[in-house]
């Protein structure tokens, strides 16, 4: 954790703790990363969101970068590799923020 992810985590916790995809309540104290690709055989464009979000936001949004990802990412030399690498990076985000909330006790 970087020293904006502290203040960010703080700003968060004043302003409720809320879901910072659709407001509800509980989410992540971790901050969860979903990153896609789009690739364009020569060019490539990275989207990304960040938040803490609910279980529901989690599975949604992981499943969403999934099938993006899956359809679109993989056309071109760099995409293949930075998609591969977002694939994991996804998973690994979606496990942690899963763990976390049950950690939390709202699993
Ligand atoms: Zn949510």
Redesign the pocket.
């Known amino acids: 954790m970087d020293q904006n992810e502290g203040m960010r985590r703080a700003a968060w916790k004043m302003s409720g703790g809320?879901?910072?995809?659709?407001?509800?309540i509980p989410?992540s104290q971790r901050e969860i990363t979903f990153s896609r690709n789009v690739g364009m055989l020569f060019q490539r464009r990275e989207y990304s969101v960040r938040g803490h979000?609910?279980?529901?936001?989690?599975h949604?949004t992981f499943l969403q970068y999934f099938v993006l990802n899956l359809c679109f990412g993989w056309w071109g030399a760099i995409s293949f590799w930075v998609t591969t690498v977002f694939f994991f990076q996804n998973f690994w985000n979606y496990v942690m923020g899963l763990f976390e909330l049950w950690k939390e006790g709202h699993g």
């Not at 809320?18 to 509800?24: A, V, Y």
């Open positions: 809320r879901c910072q995809l659709c407001g509800k989410a979000m609910c279980s529901r936001c989690m949604r």
